[in-house]
Each structure stands twice: as C-alpha cells, then as structure tokens.
C-alpha cells in the first residue's frame, strides 16, 4: 500500500476533462487501475510522467478549473487522492524493463485492452506491453500476442534476459499487510445466524424462468439488495473507522470479495447497492467481476467500498467469518444455501438455508446492534418480491 | 436449425470454457468428471459458459437443468436431445 506505477495517461496539457473520468491508468499488484479526476476543468501540467514509480499521494499533475488563468493552475486534488488511496496505493509490481514506456504523445487513441494473463506474462517474458501497435494484436492483447512478440525480441536479440515477475507476491504482500493491520488493530466481533433461504430461491427460480439466459440473476443478487437495505437500518456498521473515530456513510458502497484467477482477491465496490434494482446490480457485478478478471479497475471502485460482502458459499463452506478490510468496520459472509430441517410451527420441515454470518468491528458497534443487523437481513430475504 | 454433431457441440462447449478460463489445456478435461473440480469456475463463470453455449448453439438452457451440465460428457449428451428436439 505505498505506490504504484503511473503506466499511462489518457489525457494531455490543455485537455478538457470532466468530474469522473478517467484521466490515467496506474500499474499495482491488483492489476491496472484506471484513476479518475474529481474536479471538472482543463490539464494545465503533467508533472509525473508515464512509466514512473510513485508513492501514495504523489501529484500527478495540475488542474485548471473553469475561469482560471493559467497562471494560477491548481493541484489536481482529485487526482492526487485517486492516486493515493488504498488500491492505487499498493505496492508495484514494476520491473525496471518497463521505464521505457513511451511518452503520451506516441500512445495510439485506440487502447488495447490486456489480460491479466497476457500482462503478467509480459513482464515475466520482458514484453514491453505499450510497444504492441493495435495493428499487430487487434483490440485485445493475448498471450498469444504476448508469445509473438517475445520470440520476435529473441530473434531480434538473444542476449535479452526477460525479467522475472512477482505480481502474485506483491498482491499476497499487500493482502497480507491490510489483515495483519485488521488483526492487529481491529477488536473483532463475530455473529451468525441461519437465514430460511427457501422464499427467495423459490422467488428466483420463477423469476428466472421468465427471463431469457442473458438476463438471469445470480442467487447473490437478491442477498445483496437485502443486505445493502438491513445496513441502512443499522448505520453503524457501514463506514470507516479513521483516527480514532467512526465516520458513518449514507451511502452504500457494497465491496465485493471477487478472486482472481490465479490467486488473490480484491473488493471493489458496487455503489449505491441499496438503491439499485436487481437487474442494475446485476448488470453491475457482471461489469464488475469482468473486469476484476480482465484487468481493468477504476480508483474509486477500489477506494470507496464502505463495507464488505464475501459470498464464499460457491465454494460449499457453511459459514464465513471474514477479517475486516481497515479501515472498513463490517464484512458480511454468506455461505452455502442447502436443504436442511427446519422446524416451522411446531413441524419440521425441509427448507433451504443458508448461514450469514457478521464480523464487526467492537469499536464502532456492539453486538446488539449486529444481530439487529443480521435479524433484519433475515426478514429481508423473506420477502423476496418487495427487493426490487 | 442445422443439426449438430456430437463432436460440434463439445468443441463449441470447450471453445466457450476456453474464453472463461483461457489457461486450461482443453485436452486435459476429463470428460466424466465435474467441470467445477477441473476448472475454477464460480457461479458467474458457469452462467456465462451457459450464455455462452446458447450463443453458440441457440438452444436455451433453462435453470433446472443446469445440474445435467455438470460433466462435459453429461453437457454433450443434454444439448445433442435438445438441439435434435428442437429440429
């Protein structure tokens, strides 16, 4: 979590942007994080060129808001925050064979997008990924692409070592670090409770008969509306616990544990999840989770998560107790759903549930507030139909 | 409808798994054991290997029977009396 590598820019001085988009792409052991700008106007000065290494909170560049002159161009606030916050801020897996990324200038307007794959075996075959015209890989880079090049580097020069790479080591490094910093400074508190899953898989089931493949929702979905909507209610475990103090958010930012293919996990955010429709989040994990596994992350969605949902039932464990992602308060497990006996009204019955599961930050709330929170995540899933 | 082949409708199944999870080596799939267990594949992996498979093939996979796609072997067989159902 102290720097990563400025690959490219996607602006230029003079440049207008607006709040929001993305103005630079920053290399970290996450993979390529795109930064956006949080203040609308016009790049007056790049100030860290593209290639370099640079730690959290480095200025990248100057910005000149609406009216101003020239001469007195600002920081670019935003832009140093989007490069300093947590997911730009890891550390980088640079290798010294990438400074020489071309300037800017050279970068064609048409962006090839890369595989984590194909880039992690780039650096580990020494393949300069900013030298591959669009022309030679058409719009995505493949390890094929990757392969190609390096043989024709080979050719071209045999004596060139390719340079080892740690990417995996440097994400291992940098989960490590955020879990060793929740144990160590975060009081954990753990609750679980059985959720009768029955209605809502019935629920989804009928609806997803009615939808064609391309439009069906995963079981997550209605879970995560519930559980964005049972946060409301219990304020307290959805914010940031930052020097010394609980800042509550009014907004949801719901992180979600994707893995990585290969290794390691990241959470980025899926915002507003209490206010979304069911079809919105799901269009909005399936854009998510492809981009976690194509490479292609924005700062904010890295930076902002307010809490954090790990659905690692897929794997078929029953229940999760999650570490806290600092300086996050709450993350939320969901296991597996499987039929089990339930008793109902003196019957028992089969039914299908599954175990959700609280670790809480003891700081910021108490176990009370928890089971409010699991008890009302509960009555939520009985009443699919109303998650809408 | 042109009627496909068994042998169509596998190498439309591997191509698919193939840009879910482009490091396996589509030989090494054993075709009587759970896909699952040979590749990484969470819930969202499998429903775009369904989407997938349906773009391919146009045949609708309703949810019910996904269980009948657990095998390669099991996924040729359901999709082979589909698609000739649907002649």
Redesign the interface.
């Known amino acids: 979590m102290e720097a990563g590598t400025l690959v490219e820019w996607l602006v230029r001085p003079g440049d207008e942007v607006k709040r929001g988009q993305v103005v630079a792409v920053v290399e970290t052991q996450k993979g390529a994080v795109d930064v956006e700008i949080w203040e609308t106007g016009t790049v007056d000065q790049i100030l860290v060129e593209s290639g370099r290494k640079v730690p959290v909170g480095e200025l990248l560049a100057l910005l000149r808001t609406a009216g101003e002159p020239v001469a007195g161009a600002q920081d670019i606030s935003g832009l140093q925050e989007a490069a300093g916050v947590e997911a730009a801020s890891v550390l980088s897996g640079a290798s010294p064979s990438r400074a020489g990324i071309p300037p800017v200038s050279r970068i064609s307007p048409v962006r090839p997008r890369v595989?984590p794959?194909a880039r992690k075996l780039a650096e580990e075959l020494g393949v300069e990924i900013a030298s591959l015209s669009v022309a030679e890989t058409g719009a995505e880079i493949?390890?094929a692409d990757i392969e190609r090049a390096a043989q024709a580097a080979m050719k071209a020069q045999p004596a060139i070592q390719p340079a080892s790479s740690d990417w995996q080591s440097q994400m291992r490094k940098a989960i490590a670090a955020a879990m060793a910093r929740s144990k160590r400074e975060i009081p954990h508190y753990y609750l679980a409770t059985d959720i009768d899953m029955s209605a809502v898989s019935a629920w989804l089931?009928s609806e997803?008969?009615k939808r064609?493949?391309?439009r069906?929702l995963?079981?997550?979905i209605p879970c995560m509306k519930a559980l964005a909507l049972a946060l409301r209610e219990v304020p307290e475990l959805n914010g940031f616990w930052i020097d010394g103090a609980f800042r509550s958010s009014a907004a949801v930012h719901l992180g979600m544990a994707i893995?990585m293919?290969?290794g390691g996990l990241v959470a980025p955010a899926i915002h507003d999840a209490d206010k979304k429709s069911l079809d919105q989040l799901m269009a909005d994990?399936?854009d998510l989770?492809t981009r976690v596994r194509g490479g292609r992350l924005r700062s904010s969605e890295m930076n902002d998560p307010t809490v954090t949902f790990t659905n690692l039932g897929?794997q078929g464990v029953d229940g999760v107790f999650g570490v806290i992602y600092p300086p996050q308060v709450a993350i939320i497990g969901l296991g597996k759903t499987s039929e089990k006996p339930w008793v109902d009204q003196g019957a028992v019955v089969a039914r299908k549930v599954a175990t959700a599961t609280l670790a809480a930050d003891h700081r910021a709330s108490d176990g009370h507030s928890g089971g409010l929170f699991l008890a009302t995540l509960g009555k939520l899933l009985q009443e699919p139909e109303r998650l809408r | 409808m042109t009627p496909r082949s068994r042998e169509e409708i596998r190498q439309a199944i591997v191509d698919a798994l193939g840009g879910i999870?482009?490091?396996i080596d589509p030989g090494s799939i054993a075709a009587d054991l759970p896909l699952r267990e040979q590749i990484?594949m969470?819930?969202?992996d499998f429903?775009n290997l369904?989407?997938r498979v349906?773009e391919i093939l146009g045949i609708?996979?309703?949810?019910?029977d996904y269980a009948k796609l657990v095998t390669l072997n099991g996924a040729v067989e359901y999709l082979a009396r589909r698609c000739a159902a649907q002649q």
Do not use: C, K, Y
């Not at chain 2, 609708?60 to 019910?64: G, L």
């Open positions: 595989s794959s493949s390890r089931s997803n008969l064609n493949v391309t069906r995963l079981p997550v893995s293919r290969g994990l399936r989770i897929e | 999870a482009p490091e990484d969470d819930s969202f429903l369904i989407i349906h609708d996979i309703p949810e019910q």
